[in-house]
């Protein structure tokens, strides 16, 4: 107990002095470093600053749901400090910073558990009430009369054939074989129609457009309007005279240059006038806009089932087997919400990109995170070592490595160092996987990349911060077992006795608690300080204001990045289920997760209100986020009283 106490101890104090520093030099950089910009519309005009309100829906449900959750764990820790001070005193909620046992499962008798059950069941209630006091507190956006109500009226159309199977060949139409293919679908969606009315119907009036795939023409159009503007600016720079040998050979360089340039601009131009004018392969999407908005909800009525996991309807026309289809139906979302260039991507691929991905993921992050915890059980390896293998060392020959491990006995190396790497992992090398994962499943929302950010997210930071560290302890029974198992081998004669030492101790210790504390206290203090300050941003944007040629590359440099809001949610959202599921059992995680929500949204309602970041487009246009995080709290609830 005293040695768990005294390691709490110094990560309280130096996550203190980590924040009280960064805190300081924000303070002194601020003048000289801003990233934010004055007048930039994230508030509304009129009235003090302390009455005015965001306007995006997004940052104003994130902000009420960081309010929410250090509410809630404030709450949570005075109540838990009322039923744990007279049975445990005050080391359990304190962080043992007064001595004495950090855990209140140990040497628990019977009135303790009854105890330790009610205040569980108490405060799960309390947490179910703030997340149902949350989802009354959660905004719609207000979208203007004329959008909504467009929406509302239009029906999106996917799965469209696009592929001869038998030639294996992709369809080439032209302008009058979309329109074609709209009037094709018109007609269907008319029968149809008709055919439910029985008879008393008149045909609907609607608009159909077909998507045609557009990536290539993205890129082509991309890359000749970065020609043209560092073709001008390379036409203002030969205007400068130059004297001497060496602007000669400035000179001739950028006429080279020059040559190189106009011939890319004329080849461009020329691709482009093939793509806009030729022939174009179909993406599978078509949106249909009627006039009347129970037309779009007829083919939305066959609801799938829950089991079919799928969140479409199917529309069927024509005269099987030769002249049918079955196309997939769903609500439009908003045009800035979807993803123009990668609706020619079925739904079979992005699977397949998707799950190949995240396995791949998956390998890497349980070696790299069990490399941690590996590291992080030095403190007890080394000592078994040293009892035990003393013997067997020499005669296998392994006392040079054996003494370079005893030799390694830094208190921070094996203390403090493995949650800090935790945390880098989870905030630096992690989400920057995840974006790549879900950008190369090519999602036809954006939105659904936030989405694939939230759930790939949380998953594995929950794998990452409890299940791995968990089950390290769990797997050194294994290796008693395999050792047991060898024969003849000298190794055979002193694995098993290391081991089962090696376990007691393990158990003793209680390694996961502990690591789940110095892990939250890392990510209230150094995570937070790290976007406090925003070296990172910093740094990109003076590589980029050095690098940047035109002046679409010179605005672009002055931009300030996309605020994440799949990975925010996430991360806040992995700290809360730490928090409630291993409260019961220390139940000083309780004030450093209140610690960690205090700071968050200290920092994060700076960042967004004084635009550090940007909001990018307001996803929240449905919810979508808001409604995953709310289904996640009760989740997390629900498993942690079973």
């Known amino acids: 107990g005293g040695t768990e106490a005294a390691d709490l101890t110094s990560s309280l104090l130096i996550n203190a002095g980590v924040l ?8 002194a950089l601020k003048p000289f470093c801003r990233l934010g910009r004055s007048g930039s519309g994230c508030l509304e005009h009129g009235g003090p600053p302390s009455t005015r309100r965001v306007q995006s829906t997004a940052v104003r ?3 009420c749901f960081l309010q929410h959750c250090r509410d809630m764990f404030v709450v949570l820790t005075v109540i838990s400090a009322a039923c744990t001070l007279p049975h445990w005193g005050f080391p359990p909620i304190t962080l043992g910073v007064f001595g004495g046992k950090i855990s209140t499962t140990r040497d628990l008798d019977e009135s303790g558990l009854a105890l330790l059950c009610c205040e569980t069941l108490l405060r799960g209630l309390f947490a179910l009430a703030f997340v149902e006091r949350l989802q009354r507190h959660i905004k719609r956006p207000l979208l203007r009369r004329q959008e909504r109500d467009i929406i509302q009226r239009t029906l999106w159309l996917s799965d469209l054939p696009v592929w001869d199977t038998e030639a294996k060949q992709p369809f080439l139409f032209n302008d009058e074989d979309f329109k074609r293919v709209a009037r094709e679908i018109e007609s269907a969606i008319n029968q149809d129609l008709h055919k439910s009315t029985l008879g008393l119907f008149t045909p609907a009036d609607m608009r159909v ?4 795939v557009v990536d290539r023409w993205y890129e082509v159009s991309l ?5 043209q503007e ?15 040998c060496w602007g000669s050979l400035i000179a001739r360089w950028y006429a080279r240059r020059h040559r190189l340039l ?3 601009v004329a080849r461009l131009q020329a691709d482009l006038e093939v793509i806009v004018h030729g022939r174009k392969h179909m993406s599978g999407t078509a949106f249909i806009t009627f006039e009347n908005s129970s037309h779009r909800d007829h083919f939305l009525k066959k609801k799938p089932r829950c089991w079919q996991f799928r969140d479409h309807a199917y529309f069927s026309f024509g005269v099987p087997p030769f002249a049918s289809a079955t196309l997939a139906c769903m609500r439009a979302p908003h045009p800035s919400d979807v993803n123009w260039m990668n609706l020619h991507i079925n739904r079979f691929e992005q699977r397949v990109r998707f799950i190949s991905l995240t396995l ?12 941690v915890m590996t590291f992080s059980q030095l403190k007890v390896i080394i000592p078994a070592f040293e009892q035990h293998v003393e013997s067997a060392a020499r005669s296998l020959r392994w006392s040079g490595a054996v003494q370079v491990l005893s030799s390694w006995r830094a208190e921070f190396a094996y203390n403090q160092l493995p ?15 995840i974006w790549k994962i879900s950008n190369c499943s090519k999602p036809h929302r954006r939105s659904s990349v936030e989405i694939i950010q939230l759930h790939l997210n949380f998953t594995f930071l929950i794998l990452n911060a409890m299940v791995i560290p968990f089950l390290g302890l769990k797997s050194v029974d294994g290796l008693i077992f395999f050792a047991e198992q060898r024969h003849g081998d000298p190794a055979s004669l002193f694995l098993p006795t290391i081991m089962e030492g090696l376990v007691e101790r393990l158990m003793e210790m209680e390694r996961p608690g502990i690591l789940a504390l110095r892990y939250v206290l890392n990510c209230a203090c150094m995570s937070n300080v790290n976007s406090l300050l925003q070296v990172p941003q910093l740094l990109y944007r003076a590589y980029a204001r050095r690098v940047a040629v035109t002046a679409r590359e010179s605005f672009e440099a002055e931009a300030v990045w996309v605020f994440a809001w799949g990975y925010w949610y996430a991360w806040t959202i992995s700290i809360f289920t730490i928090g409630l599921c291993t409260s019961s059992a220390v139940p000083s995680m309780l004030p450093c997760a209140a610690l960690f929500f205090a700071l968050q949204h200290a920092v994060d309602r700076h960042n967004l209100l004084n635009r550090v970041y940007s909001h990018g487009p307001d996803i929240e246009s449905e919810n979508l986020l808001a409604i995953r995080v709310l289904h996640y709290m009760r989740c997390v609830v629900a498993f942690w009283w079973c």
Do not use: K
């Open 61 to 63: 449900n994130y902000i």
């Open 209 to 212: 457009q077909v998507a045609p």
């Open 360 to 371: 791949l993921l998956f390998i890497c992050m349980v070696v790299v995170v069990t490399f």
């Open 230 to 244: 560092h073709l001008e600016v390379l036409r203002s720079s030969m205007q400068v005279h130059r004297r001497g």
């Open 419 to 433: 949650a800090v790497l935790l945390v880098a992992i989870n905030t630096l090398l992690l989400p920057q996987c």
């Open 262 to 264: 106009v011939a890319s």
């Open 223 to 227: 890359s000749l309007c970065n020609a």
């Open 20 to 27: 009280a520093l960064g805190v300081a030099v924000w303070s």
